[in-house]
């Protein structure tokens, strides 16, 4: 795509236009039916073969907090057969886990609990993602965040791997990704962030609403930055319910750690997930990570409960950035809580 074709918009949902485009509409629906397909072929062969699957990994984090990077580090690993987003294949095993409505129409969630398990699931989760003997799936979706329950319940000795990023790089960078829409052929446009006709931000604000994640804020927030911030917010409070309950099973690194001391960061992991660390997989990884980094750009305004939060979080990670609380209708934030 030639540079100048991109529309860059300016932050707020309702500016948003498609990025110029008159033959690829076509061929991207046709892409992505074709996914659909092959995975929904592929769950119905041999699917009663299949009794059991090596206890997975699953990188978890608000996307845009290093877990592609992490994950890419993971794929070098000799024992590791690596998945990178399978939204295909989770689409084939439960259609509601496809919140970005690429792959399956009707019902879909980001959030996700035990109580969505079915057994036909289980069985679909078991063929799709069978491992060959000696190897350990690794799987990373960062929506999986929000659907730790989901996971331990379909997987009950998996291990997950958490990674977190400062909030106000997180929600910039998403900010950023959401910037671009493009064209379906038959279908809403598909947003680079929030899926076919903003999909998974219609899912993350039903979900949060019924989880009670700031139900008498949501409708405060009318830009990408500000719902790129409550995507972060609201993964980090669903795996703060579950470190404890993982035990053992669960590790957290910060993106920072591992742009900055990958070795100690990297051992760590392995000896937590109980893999081996080999010394030439350990020098690969440490030749792909890269210190670079963006400046947190304009100011992040979170309502008030929100913005307490965010910061709470921020200030325990030790993370730099800070949230401010927004003005409402008018009202200059100082007076907000005399209100």
């Not at 903003?198 to 609403?209: F, Q, V």
């Amino acid at each position: 795509m030639n540079s100048n074709e991109r529309v860059v918009c300016v932050g707020r949902v309702s500016e948003r236009q498609c990025v110029p485009e008159r033959v690829r509409p076509l061929a991207r629906t046709a892409f992505y039916a074709a996914r659909a397909l092959r995975a929904q072929i592929r769950v119905r062969m041999r699917l009663k073969t299949v009794e059991s699957v090596n206890a997975p990994i699953f990188i978890i984090g608000c996307g845009r907090s290093g877990t592609t990077l992490l994950g890419d580090l993971f794929a070098e690993h000799p024992t590791v057969k690596y998945l990178y987003e399978p939204y295909d294949l989770w689409g084939a095993i439960e259609p509601a886990t496809d919140f970005v409505q690429l792959y399956t129409r009707g019902e879909h969630h980001c959030l996700l609990g035990a109580s969505q398990v079915t057994g036909l699931a289980q069985r679909r989760f078991k063929y799709l993602m069978l491992t060959p003997p000696g190897l350990t799936l690794v799987e990373k979706s960062p929506i999986n965040a929000l659907r730790v329950g989901y996971l331990n319940a379909m997987a009950p000795e998996a291990r997950f791997v958490h990674i977190v990023r400062d909030g106000c790089d997180v929600a910039h960078s998403i900010e950023r990704m959401a910037r671009v829409t493009r064209r379906m052929a038959f279908r809403a446009p598909l947003n680079e962030w929030w899926g076919v006709g903003d999909a998974k931000w219609t899912a993350l604000e039903r979900d949060g609403r019924s989880a009670s994640y700031y139900s008498d804020e949501l409708h405060q927030l009318t830009t990408d930055l500000q719902r790129g911030a409550y995507e972060w917010l609201v993964s980090l409070r669903e795996v703060d319910y579950w470190r404890s309950r993982l035990e053992s099973r669960f590790v957290e690194l910060r993106y920072q750690d591992l742009t900055t001391d990958p070795r100690d960061t990297l051992q760590t992991v392995m000896r937590s997930v109980d893999l081996p660390c080999p010394e030439w997989w350990l020098e690969r990884a440490i030749t792909k990570v890269s210190r670079g980094g963006r400046p947190h750009g304009k100011p992040l305004t979170l309502p008030d409960q929100m913005c307490s939060d965010f910061n709470r979080f921020q200030e325990r990670f030790g993370f730099v950035g800070r949230a401010i609380v927004q003005e409402r209708d008018n009202v200059p934030a100082a007076e907000m809580r005399n209100v």
